[in-house]
């Protein structure tokens, strides 16, 4: 499968996703309106990479140290992580780990983070284009 440009959506609040604070190494990942200047993301499912999708294209979604739970989530060069999208559907583990994509607080500018897989809401996002996101908003926004 190629990459796929688009956002990675939070369930709870389709608003709401993951997005990096600034464009470079080393910056931190929150959940943050999908409107944000670095909430597009370059996704490949069959390879298990999330990189930003910004001028640089070289930043990637990890972690510094080892993986575990309750290491935030931030912008690295290397790519040091494999994402799993299929082993449990509508949730995104760090592959041959029981750790998956969270959220600390389900709250805007709440952390992302890795945390063991316990199927809350905090857990559950999907990835989805951005031109469908942004029909998505409109229909909501159409019907509020």
């Known amino acids: 499968m190629a990459e796929k440009s ?11 996703g993951i997005a990096a604070d600034d464009p470079c190494s080393g910056s931190n990942v929150h959940l943050k309106q999908i409107s944000s ?9 069959d390879a298990g990479i999330i ?9 990637y979604l990890g972690y510094a140290g080892s993986p575990s739970s309750g290491n935030a989530l931030i ?3 290397d790519n040091v992580a494999t994402w799993d999208f299929a082993s449990k559907p509508g949730f995104i583990m760090l592959k041959g780990t029981k750790l998956a994509i969270d959220v600390q ?4 500018g709440g952390v992302v983070w890795l945390y063991t897989f316990n199927g809350s809401p905090a857990q ?6 951005y031109a469908n996101f942004m029909a998505d908003a409109a229909k909501e926004a159409a019907t509020v």
């Open 6 to 16: 688009g956002v990675i959506r939070w369930q709870e609040n389709h608003s709401l």
């Open 37 to 45: 200047d670095y909430a597009k993301w370059e996704v490949d499912k």
């Open 51 to 59: 990189r930003l999708n910004y001028a640089s294209g070289q930043l």
């Open 75 to 77: 912008l690295t060069v």
């Open 105 to 108: 607080s389900r709250n805007p």
């Open 124 to 129: 559950q996002w999907a990835f989805m284009s």
